[in-house]
């Protein structure tokens, strides 16, 4: 077989070179010829598999393929649902100044592409060697629910958790008195939460809140505490359990709040701090629920101004207690709000995208197989209403353009269609069963022309949170 040798791979391990090569196929492999390492999975004299095993041993003696937290470094995660594009990715952060997040994928999305923690750690490693990448990169553990989930990626090296207490934010009617609140509070534990209710009522009251802009009632202060309390009981309990696994070492804790029904207003954006703070929770980065709509795959839906003002508040908060970085999920191509977000949170963001880097892949299916691609598109549109449940979005079936109605000139343009966008935005999982085989072999033979597509996406992304 004959291997093409990728020069930005190579490296040396006492005296001995090793890179990375692929095949005609743009299947990849591990080259050295002394094996140093000892690598197993051999397919031929001096060439390895990209196995497990192997990444691991890879790890082992080149550090900067293992992940790093990344603290209060702007920064970015890319999600990669096919595992190929964190090639492109790197082509977009090289030079930005912007920390990457090349690994991240919630369990949500390991169930639908059926990978593991791990295997989504190996691709992106992979990409990283093969780029000669040498900046500090993370890896994201998205939307952990409980301890389970935490184990997994752990286990897997992951050095960023996302916290999801989401199933532990109860429903508040703000009409309903205060007697009433405190009634429904009765199965509340105020013994793990540290504080009694007039404590903690008091704290509130007692003084002039030190952010601006932002008051509160005991009727604000206990319909927080009916929505939130829960769920920061819950973050902290999964807090110590982290804690407890990575024994001394270090790791970006994001607490997010952001798939619940209704945005965070300030005021519970600065609860939810102030008693993650109090009980001794420290975290990196918090992800609230802006106003407006943050569907996935398009643009900021609402009133610009509107999230400004709410927003300036927000970096208000943000700025009062310090240390950690607002985190913009369901991130992607919400290219009104970047520059607003950055220059208020001082560039202290995290922007969270999953699922643009899958669109870019059926944009370059849509130039080179317009055949494939009109297959899934006609199979994402009848399956959308199926798959849509769990996500924000808002196009519908009727108003699709119908496959049958479209020269395959005008298939790619579909990546830019609201309606078309999202119902292929959330069908990955089922497309991918059916079709993900055939997808990645055409992705692997036109790598260049997917490297470069995500690099002009990404890029776009990255731009106003550049500083
Ligand atoms: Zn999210």
Known sequence: MNYQKIEKSIVSYEGSDLWLSKNQNG????????????????????IFALSAHNAALMRKYFSWLNPQPLG??????????????TT?????????????????????????????????????????????????????????????????????????????????VCKADPKISNVQLIESLDDFNFESFQISLDSLLKSYNTQKLPVENINCSDHDVLI???????????????????????????????????????????FEHYFIANEMKRLGIQWTSLAPRFVGRFEKGVDYIGDLSQFETEYKIHAAIQ??????????????????????????????????????????????????????????????????????VSYHVSAEFSKMPIPDELSDDQLPVLLDNFQARQALHVCFG???????????????????????????HFSRHLADFIQ
Not at 93 to 110: C, D, L, T, W
Not at 339 to 347: E, F, H, V
Not at 430 to 456: A, P
Request: aromatic share 12%; proline share 4%.
């Open 224 to 266: 927080a505490l009916i929505k939130y309390g829960k769920a920061i009981l819950h973050v902290k309990e999964m807090f110590l359990d982290l804690s407890q696994r990575m024994g001394l070492k270090p790791f970006d804790f994001e607490v997010s709040v952001d798939e619940t029904d209704w945005p965070t207003s300030v």
């Open 319 to 388: 700025k009062y207690f310090g240390n950690y970085k607002i985190s913009l999920h369901s991130g992607s191509d919400k290219f009104s709000i970047y520059r607003i977000c950055a220059t208020n949170s001082d560039y202290k963001i995290h922007l969270k995208t999953a699922g643009t880097s899958y669109l870019e892949a059926l944009r370059v299916l849509a130039l080179i197989e317009p055949k494939l691609f009109r297959e899934i598109y006609d199979f994402s549109r009848k399956q959308y209403d199926t798959d849509k």
């Open 88 to 168: 492109g990715h790197i082509l977009a952060f090289e030079g930005s100044g912007i920390a990457p997040i090349f690994a991240q994928q919630s369990v949500r999305e390991n169930v639908r592409t059926h990978r593991t923690p791990q295997q989504v750690m190996d691709d992106a490693m992979w990409g990283v060697f093969e780029m000669g990448w040498r900046l500090p990169w993370g890896a994201d553990g998205d939307h952990l629910k409980n301890s389970e989930d935490i184990k997994s990626f752990v286990d897997a090296g992951y050095t960023f958790f996302t916290i999801d207490p989401g199933a532990f």
């Open 72 to 85: 209060l470094q702007t920064s970015a995660g890319t999600g990669d649902r096919l595992g190929l594009a």
């Open 430 to 456: 089922s497309v991918l069963d059916q079709f993900g085989k055939e997808l990645l072999v055409m992705l692997k033979h036109n790598r260049d022309i997917y490297d470069k597509t995500i690099k002009n």
């Open 27 to 46: 299947d990849r492999f591990l080259c050295s010829p002394g094996n140093p390492l000892g690598l197993t999975d051999q397919i031929e004299p001096g």
